[in-house]
């Protein structure tokens, strides 16, 4: 099993765009996405 660990150093974190593509890609994935 891959396992990657990402760190987002942004103060603020991440913007709600990104953030919304990034949700939109792990929910029409087929894996465990741990945030």
């Not at 760190?7 to 741990?34: K, L, W, Y």
């Amino acid at each position: 099993m891959a396992t990657r660990t990402v760190t987002i150093e942004d103060p603020v974190g991440i913007h709600a765009r990104p953030a919304s593509e990034f949700s939109q890609a792990a929910m029409a994935s087929n894996c465990t996405v741990t945030i």
